[in-house]
C-alpha cells in the first residue's frame, strides 16, 4: 500500500478547512433560536466522542481504512456491502456540498448564471488537483489554510470596527432551557459538521505519521468548533436571531453589515473567499475518500483512473440532488442528519467497536 | 503531437474563458443612491422613484466647466412591488439599474401612516444587490419623492447628503436616531419593542429645490432638514417624537452621543448651555404580579459651553447647582418621551426585550398582549449627572460688567 506523505500540520489544515467547509455559511444550529452557539458547544462535544470511536478502531487496524475493517470485521460479503454503501454515502455528500457552494455563488453574486456552469468550473479544479494526487491538495490547503485565517480575522475586526456587535442580541442565554438546544445539537449539529469526520476514516491508515495522527484531529476538530461557535456568535450578535433564522446564508448578512466610516464597506469578498476555500476542500476531500472506498472495494490498482468518471457522477448528482434551494436545505437539515449520516456515523462505527471489543474479550479468556 | 494537443488545448479555453456569463460593463449600470416610495395612483401601488447619479457631473474637474446637467436625477415607476417597479423602469432609461450603492430609502408619510411599512423591505434581504446597511427616513409634510429631488449645496447627491446629515446631528444633536433596514426589520418582527424612523422634510418651497438655481443663492430657496422621529404601531406610524421628547427617548435608548441642554439661571431662561460629553442608561425590569416597574438608569457627563448668567464657577456649590438642573432637566426630557410612548403604546424602547432578557419565564406570559401592560408599567427614571469642566474661563465675564449709574 502507497503511503501519502503528509505533514501534521497539513493534517491539521485540511481537517479545519473540511470542518469549516459549509458549515461556517448555513445558519448552524439555528433551531436553537438565540443558543446556536451552546449547540454548536454541544456537537462538538458529541463530535469528539465519536472521533474517539473511529480512533479506537483505526488503533486496532492501523493499516486498514474503513472499508478494509469493515470487510474483516463484519465479515467479507456484509463487510463489502456496507463499504459500497459508505462509497455511495460519500459520493452523495461530495455532491451535496458542491451544490451548496454552486448555490451560495448563484445567490450571492452569479445571478444569472447556469448552476451546472458554477458546479462545473469547481468540480473540475477539483478533479485536476486530485489527479495530481493527495499529497498536492494537502500542500494547498496548508497554504490556503493561511489564507482563510487572515481572512477570517479581518473580517471579525472588521465586524467589530463596524461597531455592530451588539452583545444584546444573544441574550437571554437559554431563553427555552436546554430542551431545543439538544435538539438542534443531536442530531444536526452533531452530524454535520463533526461527524463527517467519518470520512478521514478512509484517510487515517495512509498517513506516514501515524502516532500523530489521532491527537491532531482532536486538535483541528477543537479549533474549528471554536471558528464555528465564535462565527454563529456574531451573527446572532450582529444582525439578532431574527434575521439570522430566516436568512439564506447568515454570515452574508453580516459581512454585508460591515461599514467603517462610510469607507470600507462591501467587503462581502471576505466571505465568498471563506466558504470558496473551504468549499473546495470539504468537495475534494469528500471526492477523494469515494475514490479511494471505490478503488478499495473494486481493487482498482491506479485509483487516479476513477477521478474522471467520479467527477461526472459528482457533477450531475449536485445537479440532481434536489429542485430548488428549499427543498435541499430541508433535505440537508431535516433528513440527512436523521436517516444517513445517524446511523452511517454513529450507528455502525459504534457497532464495529462493541464487536471488536467482545472479540478481544473472546480472545483473551 | 504537441502542436496539436497546444492546438486543442487553446481551443478549449477559448471556450472557457470568454468572461463573465452576464456581464454588465460600467457604461450600462445606472447607479441608483437613493429610492422613494409613495402611494401609487391605484390601489395597492406603490410609486417608486429612483435617484440616479449622473456620472460625467460629479467627475472633478468636469463638473466646474461643463455643469449643465444636475448631479442626480430621478425616476419614477409604479408596480405593486418595488421590484416590479425597478424592472418597468427600464422603459424609460437607457441603463440597467444597479443597487450596490444604494444608501438611503425614503417612504411617504401618508404611506406610512395608512398603508404601513410592513411589505417594503424584503428587497433589502432577498436581493444580492440591495443591502441592509441602507438607511431609512420618513419624508415629512411632503411627498417622498421630493425628498430625493433636492438639488443640494455642499454635497452633490442628495440621497448621499441627506444620510450625511443625519450622522451629523445624531453625532451632536442627538434629536434623531440612524435607522437601518435591519433595524427597522428587527422592530417589526420583535414583540418587545417597536421600529422608529426619523423624519426628512423640506426646508423652503419643493418645487425651487428640485431645480438647479437652487445653488445658485447665498440664501438657499429649500434645504432638506432631519426631523423628529417617527413611531409605529403593528407597521403603522402612530406618531412622532420631537424636540425634547426624541433627545428623551435618545437617552434611554443608550444612543445620546451629545447635545446641548438648556437651563436656566437666577436672572435669565436658557441662559445656561451644557454640552453633553457622555451618557450611558441601563434599563432593569422588576416583574410583579400585577405590576412592572422599569429602573432606567441614566449617568451623563457634560461641559459647560456657554454661560450668561454671573456665577462663579470656581465654586463647587455653583457646579453641584448645576449638576442638579442638568440632572432635572433630563429626567423632564425622559419623561415627557415616556409619557408619550405610554399614551401611543408603542414601546419604542425595548422594555420587552429587557423582561425577556431578564425574566424569559415571565415574559412568555406577558408577550401576548404587551402593548396594553407596556402603557401600565411604572417607570423610575434617576438621573446621575456630572459637570467635569467649566471650559477655558472660570467666572464669566457677565460678572464682570460694572454696573453703570445713570
Redesign the interface.
Known amino acids: 500500500m502507497e503511503k501519502v506523505k503528509i505533514s501534521s500540520k497539513q493534517l491539521f489544515a485540511i481537517i479545519v478547512l473540511f470542518e469549516l467547509g459549509s458549515s461556517l455559511v448555513v445558519g448552524l444550529g439555528v433551531s436553537a433560536g438565540k443558543d446556536a452557539w451552546l449547540a454548536i458547544l454541544l456537537g462538538w462535544i458529541g463530535g469528539m466522542a465519536l472521533l474517539w470511536v473511529y480512533g479506537y478502531i483505526f488503533r486496532q487496524y492501523p493499516n486498514l481504512p474503513l472499508t478494509g475493517y469493515l470487510q474483516k470485521i463484519m465479515g467479507k460479503y456484509v463487510g463489502w456491502i456496507i463499504g459500497l454503501i459508505y462509497t455511495i454515502y460519500f459520493i452523495y455528500l461530495a455532491a451535496r456540498v458542491l451544490r451548496d457552494f454552486g448555490e451560495l455563488l448563484y445567490i450571492s453574486g452569479y445571478d444569472l448564471t447556469p448552476l451546472i456552469v458554477i458546479n462545473c468550473l469547481l468540480i473540475v479544479t477539483i478533479s485536476y488537483v486530485l489527479h495530481k494526487g493527495f499529497e498536492v491538495l494537502a500542500r494547498t490547503g496548508e497554504n490556503l489554510f493561511i489564507v482563510i485565517i487572515m481572512t477570517g480575522l479581518t473580517g471579525i475586526l472588521l465586524v467589530f470596527f463596524s461597531g455592530i456587535v451588539d452583545i444584546k442580541n444573544v441574550l437571554p442565554i437559554l431563553e427555552k432551557g436546554w430542551k431545543p438546544v439538544f435538539k438542534a445539537a443531536f442530531p444536526v449539529t452533531f452530524t454535520f459538521p463533526f461527524g463527517e469526520m467519518v470520512a478521514f476514516t478512509m484517510l487515517f491508515p495512509y498517513l506516514n505519521n501515524k502516532e500523530s495522527v489521532l491527537k491532531v484531529s482532536y486538535r483541528a476538530m477543537s479549533l474549528s468548533a471554536a471558528i464555528l461557535i465564535f462565527t454563529t456568535f456574531l451573527n446572532l450578535a450582529a444582525v439578532g436571531l431574527n434575521i439570522t433564522s430566516r436568512s439564506t446564508f447568515p454570515l452574508l448578512m453580516t459581512v454585508g453589515k460591515i461599514n467603517i466610516a462610510n469607507f470600507i464597506q462591501n467587503v462581502d469578498f471576505i466571505s465568498i473567499i471563506t466558504l470558496i476555500i473551504g468549499g473546495f476542500f470539504k468537495v475534494s476531500i469528500l471526492f477523494y475518500t469515494a475514490v479511494m472506498a471505490a478503488a478499495d472495494l473494486f481493487k482498482v490498482e491506479k485509483k487516479e483512473k476513477l477521478v474522471l468518471p467520479f467527477s461526472i457522477i459528482i457533477l450531475l448528482l449536485s445537479l440532481q440532488v434536489a429542485n430548488n434551494l428549499t427543498e435541499h436545505f430541508n433535505e440537508g437539515m431535516k433528513v440527512v442528519p436523521l436517516y444517513i449520516h445517524l446511523p452511517l456515523q454513529t450507528g455502525i462505527p459504534l457497532l464495529l467497536v462493541i464487536v471488536v471489543w467482545f472479540r478481544k474479550r473472546l480472545n483473551t479468556v | 503531437m504537441k502542436v496539436r494537443r497546444c492546438i486543442v488545448i487553446f481551443t478549449v479555453l477559448l471556450f472557457v474563458l470568454t468572461g463573465c456569463?452576464?456581464r454588465r460593463e460600467l457604461s450600462d449600470l445606472a447607479i441608483v443612491s437613493a429610492f422613494a416610495v409613495d402611494k401609487g395612483t391605484k390601489e395597492n401601488e406603490y410609486l417608486v422613484t429612483f435617484q440616479i447619479i449622473n456620472p460625467s457631473e460629479n467627475a472633478t474637474g468636469v463638473a466646474s466647466s461643463g455643469g449643465k446637467a444636475t448631479p442626480a436625477f430621478t425616476v419614477s415607476e409604479t408596480g405593486t412591488t418595488i421590484f416590479e417597479a425597478i424592472r418597468k423602469v427600464s422603459k424609460k432609461l437607457s441603463r440597467q439599474l444597479f443597487f450596490?450603492h444604494i444608501r438611503l430609502m425614503v417612504i411617504n408619510e401618508e404611506l406610512a401612516k395608512e398603508e404601513g411599512i410592513l411589505e417594503l423591505f424584503d428587497l433589502f434581504?432577498r436581493s444580492?444587490e440591495a443591502?441592509?446597511?441602507s438607511n431609512v427616513l420618513i419624508a415629512r409634510g411632503t411627498d417622498a419623492k421630493s425628498i430625493i429631488n433636492m438639488v443640494t449645496p455642499l454635497d452633490n447627491i442628495s440621497g448621499y447628503v441627506t444620510v450625511k446629515k443625519l450622522e451629523a446631528t445624531e453625532k451632536v444633536w442627538s434629536e434623531n436616531i440612524k435607522v437601518e433596514v435591519?433595524d427597522v426589520?428587527?422592530g417589526i418582527?420583535?414583540l418587545g419593542s417597536s421600529p422608529v424612523i426619523s423624519g426628512v422634510r423640506i426646508d423652503g418651497d419643493p418645487k425651487e429645490g428640485q431645480k438647479k438655481s437652487n445653488l445658485e443663492s447665498t440664501d438657499v430657496p429649500a434645504m432638506l432638514e432631519i426631523s423628529g422621529i417617527a413611531t409605529f404601531r403593528g407597521g403603522k406610524l402612530v406618531g412622532w417624537l420631537d424636540n425634547g421628547k426624541a433627545k428623551g427617548f435618545m437617552w434611554v435608548k443608550n444612543k445620546m452621543n451629545s447635545t446641548i441642554v438648556r437651563m436656566d439661571c437666577k436672572k435669565k431662561k436658557g441662559g445656561v448651555a451644557i454640552e453633553l460629553t457622555e451618557s450611558k442608561s441601563s434599563i432593569k425590569a422588576e416583574v410583579h404580579r400585577k405590576k412592572t416597574i422599569f429602573h432606567v438608569d441614566i449617568k451623563e457627563e457634560g461641559n459647560v459651553a456657554e454661560m450668561n448668567c454671573p456665577a462663579d464657577l470656581s465654586k463647587s456649590e455653583e457646579i453641584k447647582k448645576l449638576e442638579k438642573s442638568l440632572a432635572i432637566e433630563t429626567k423632564k426630557e425622559v419623561m415627557s418621551a415616556i409619557n408619550f410612548a405610554q399614551k401611543k403604546k408603542v414601546d419604542i424602547f425595548g422594555f420587552g426585550?429587557v423582561i425577556?432578557?431578564?425574566d424569559?419565564k415571565a415574559w412568555e406570559k406577558m408577550k401576548k398582549n404587551w402593548n396594553a401592560d407596556f402603557s401600565k408599567a411604572e417607570v423610575k427614571v434617576k438621573v446621575e449627572a456630572y459637570i467635569r469642566r467649566p471650559g477655558m474661563i472660570m467666572k464669566p465675564y457677565i460678572k464682570e460688567v460694572p454696573k453703570l449709574q445713570d
Request: proline share 6%; charged share 35%.
Open positions: 456569463w452576464n450596490a434581504e444580492h443591502r441592509l446597511t435591519d426589520i428587527n418582527v420583535s426585550e425577556n432578557r431578564e424569559p
